[in-house]
Structure formats: C-alpha cells, structure tokens
C-alpha cells in the first residue's frame, strides 16, 4: 500500500523557518520523482518544487526560488522541503506528490497535506 505521510507543518511569523518532510512507502521511491505543491484556499494547486531521481537536479517555483530548497535521502525513502523567509503569501496547505511516467503508464501518489500557515 502506498503512503505519502507529510509532516512538519505549523504556524511560524513572517521571516521564520519550517522543515516539511514527507515518509514514502510502498513504492521504489528512487525511481520517482519527487514534488512538493501547495494550495491556498480559493486557489489551485501549484508545483513549488521538484527533484527526479535520477540527477536530482532541484526546480522551483518562481516564488519561492531562493528561499525554498528540497533535498532527499533515497535511504530513508524521504524527501524534505526546507523552507526559509518565509511570507504570508505561502500559507497554504502543502502536499508531497511522487510520480513516474512511462510510455506504458503513468503513477501518481498524494500525501494528505500539511498546513503551513504564516502569520504575525
């Protein structure tokens, strides 16, 4: 059975620190690609950032670019969401999301989201 447990989120003020972290299973999880999205209420669901398996070149969002820095230990079957200065504009709910496509098939796992809420 695949799971996706995301942990780490909370309330921090404008300018803090949050580490989410996202527990796989059921899955080969060194052969996915990794992404974190998020979601604010009243607006879609958008990639913040992404890593593959294979060169684990990280991608970002624009707006998180410099703040935001995902890393994962394919040891631990964990990927991780460092997210530094953050802003008001980055309260949302976030989710871990794992996927692999092929010619054949693609898959496609979600976690069950983390509020991350940033307020004085």
């Known amino acids: 059975q695949v799971q996706l447990v995301e942990s780490g989120g909370g309330l921090v003020q404008p300018g803090g620190s949050l580490r989410l972290s996202c527990a796989a299973s059921?899955?080969?999880?060194?052969?996915?690609?990794m992404n974190w999205y998020r979601q604010a209420p009243g607006k879609e669901r958008e990639l913040v950032a992404t890593?593959?398996?294979?060169?684990?070149?990280?991608g970002y969002a624009t707006s998180v670019k410099g703040r935001f820095t995902i890393s994962r230990d394919n040891a631990k079957n964990t990927v991780y969401l460092q997210m530094n200065s953050l802003k008001p504009e980055d309260t949302a709910v976030y989710y871990c999301?794992?996927?692999?496509?092929?010619?054949?098939?693609?898959?496609?796992?979600w976690g069950q989201g983390t509020q991350v809420t940033v307020s004085s």
């Open positions: 059921g899955f080969t999880f060194n052969t996915y690609t």
């Open positions: 999301n794992a996927r692999s496509i092929s010619l054949l098939k693609v898959d496609d796992y």
């Open positions: 890593m593959r398996s294979t060169d684990r070149i990280p």
